[in-house]
Nanobody, 125 residues
Framework: VQLQASGGGLVQAGGSLRLSCAAS????????MGWFRQAPGKEREVVAAIGRSGDTYYADSVKGRFTISRDNAKKTAYLEMNSLKPEDAAVYSC????????????????????WGQGTQVTVSS
């Protein structure tokens, strides 16, 4: 599967952005999808993940502000980001992992084998 992330940009603190991750290939529904971010000088970290059944995971730092979703018909995953803070600024990347139905939701960077290019999110204070 190939992934293409988009939707980043410059936004003021308190603003919103929606990131999209479009996948090519077959059987998108068989993949768990994750959003990750990496700020300068920091390690890549998980932001949110969504499984085949729509189960979700959020990092504590984004709970209540970000929402991950997926549209299997469009083979696209989304990350709705609200109430953005300067500390949310980073390069955001999406990733995919083929999972079986009963698998637990992968939430670690190393769990994912397919990665899209990043999209820059800048938050001005």
């Amino acid at each position: 599967v190939q992934l293409q992330a988009s939707g980043g940009g410059l936004v003021q603190a308190g603003g919103s952005l929606r990131l999209s991750c479009a996948a090519s290939g077959h059987s998108f529904y068989r993949y768990a999808m994750g959003w990750f971010r990496q700020a300068p000088g920091k390690e890549r970290e998980v932001v949110a993940a969504i499984g085949r059944s729509g189960d979700t995971y959020y990092a504590d730092s984004v709970k209540g502000r970000f929402t991950i979703s997926r549209d299997n018909a469009k083979k696209t995953a989304y990350l709705e980001m609200n109430s953005l803070k300067p500390e949310d600024a980073a390069v955001y990347s999406c990733a995919a992992k083929h999972v079986i139905v009963s698998a637990s939701l992968p939430t670690r960077v190393d769990d994912y084998g397919y990665w899209g290019q990043g999209t820059q999110v800048t938050v001005s204070s």
